[in-house]
């Protein structure tokens, strides 16, 4: 049975105390598809009708239901708290339907079970780690043809669509280069070259609060709920959402078959997290902007769609609504870089981002060590590359702790204006003289 069925068959049946209720709970209510408020509105409103009018949606921690023929019967197949949240997600994303699943990459797996052997996805040469790990397992294992091309080049991508292309899967910004792609020419291109041809949309760099790909032209976008919907970096999840309701039940299909329907407990945790969206986002991504800014003006070649130097910053802006709290850049040295990784202290070394907490990382060693170094190379991924994601602390600790770690990585020199990036050359000398001097 599906857990977001459109009609909820209103329980008439008396309760063990005798009480007439309506079940519990009611759905949030995606108003045909239609936002009532502006999302930040949206993201904590929900019309619970619980039966003690419970203001936080009770977590149904149940396996089983009894009865025959209910709206419920086994938790792999659905639950109430599950329910509750895809219709929320539903809402939000603007979609006819969202179901929610145990992480991002179980979404990125149910999206895939629609393919059949020979079936070709066209796909960007700048991908997440876990998404290019799966796709090449499908290439090894499953006869998938997996196309890796420059997606932000609208004639790249046309070069190698066709009527076998069954998939275009497209990341925008991508991680961790935070390349932006053109979503509406993308989608009615592979939709020309072939009607059947799916759009699929990770969306996990901005989230729903930011972008919207089903009105992009998109057909299937999801995300890692692990990231900006949950936000604490206390559970994992995936959602993905369509207009299409056979696309709907289709997806629903593995989800049941399989059982990676996401948890009661951890829908109650993302419905608790998605709450909080809008404010953690603009605090994160106004922090990501001053950071953003302060090492550009410091000299480093930084990748951060909020800044006018990004190479496809109109596109990002006609199509997202704002630049998210993930930024890149790249210091010239492997060895400064994982220094400055090293002496940093308010940003934890860890994967993952859209957390309240700032984080630093290195992806050539850590998101993205499961692309081989000579397909990164070939892929111009830059193994000094260091990625920043940015949470809600104070701006200016932010900035004094990078500052502390830029010099004492040995990452800028002292100018008489203040600091400033080594160029390349000049970190690539100090690194390799520094390890030679070494004892
Ligand atoms: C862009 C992107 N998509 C998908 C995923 C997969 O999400 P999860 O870790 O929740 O499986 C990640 C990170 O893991 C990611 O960075
Ligand atoms: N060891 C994990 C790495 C997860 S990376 C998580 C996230 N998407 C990021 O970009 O930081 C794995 O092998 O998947």
Redesign the pocket.
């Known amino acids: 049975m599906s857990s977001s069925s459109t009609s909820v068959p209103a329980n008439k049946r008396l309760d063990v105390d005798g009480h007439n209720l309506p079940p519990s709970p009611t759905p949030s209510s995606p108003s045909n598809g239609k936002n009532k408020y502006s999302l930040a509105t949206e993201l904590v409103y929900t019309e619970s009708n619980d039966q003690y009018n419970a203001s936080s949606v009770p977590i149904y921690q149940s396996a089983t239901f009894k009865g025959e023929g209910n709206e419920y019967d086994y938790t792999r197949s659905g639950n109430p708290t599950r329910t509750h949240l895809e219709r929320h997600l539903a809402k939000i994303m603007n979609a006819h339907r969202a179901l929610v699943v145990s992480s ?2 179980a979404c990125l797996d149910v999206i895939t079970r629609l393919l059949h052997p020979g079936d070709e996805v066209v796909t960007g040469d700048d991908l ?3 998404s290019n ?1 799966l796709l090449k397992y499908l290439s090894t294992h499953g006869g998938i043809i997996v196309r890796h091309v420059d997606t932000t080049n609208p004639d790249s991508v046309a070069a190698v669509l066709s009527e076998k292309t069954a998939m275009v899967l497209l990341e925008s910004p991508t ?2 280069l935070m390349k932006v792609v053109d979503i509406p020419t993308l989608s009615s291109l592979a939709h020309k070259a072939n009607p059947k041809a799916l759009v699929i949309v990770d969306n ?1 760099m901005l989230s729903p609060y930011l972008q919207n790909p089903l009105d992009l032209g998109a057909d299937i976008v999801y995300e ?1 709920g ?2 900006y919907l949950s936000g604490h970096h206390d559970v994992m999840a995936g959602v993905m959402a369509t207009n299409s309701p056979e696309l709907g039940d289709k997806l629903y299909f593995p989800i049941n078959a399989s059982g990676c329907g996401l948890s009661p407990f951890d829908s109650w945790l993302l419905l608790r997290g998605i709450k909080t969206l809008a404010v953690r986002m603009e605090k994160q991504q106004a922090n990501a902007m001053a950071i953003a800014r302060y090492l550009e003006s410091h000299g480093f070649k930084v990748r951060y769609p909020g800044l006018k130097s990004h190479p496809q910053y109109d596109l990002h802006w006609s199509q997202a609504r704002g630049a998210g709290a993930v930024l890149s850049f790249e210091t010239g040295s492997t060895t400064i870089s994982e220094r400055i990784v090293a002496a940093a202290k308010i940003f934890a070394i860890s ?3 859209g957390c309240v907490n700032s984080l630093i ?1 290195m ?1 050539c060693r ?5 692309i081989d170094p000579a397909t990164r190379k070939e892929r111009a991924l830059p193994e000094d590359i260091i ?1 920043l ?1 940015i949470g809600i602390e104070d701006v200016g600790d932010l900035l004094d702790d990078l500052q502390q770690a830029l010099v004492r990585a040995g990452a800028v020199k002292i100018t008489p204006d203040g600091i400033e990036a080594l160029d390349a050359a000049e970190g690539e000398t100090k690194a390799t003289r520094e390890l030679t001097d070494e004892p």
């Open positions: 991002g990459m997440y780690g876990g790990r991680n961790p996990t890692s692990t990231k994967v993952s981002f990382s992806p850590m998101s993205h060590a499961s990625r994601c």
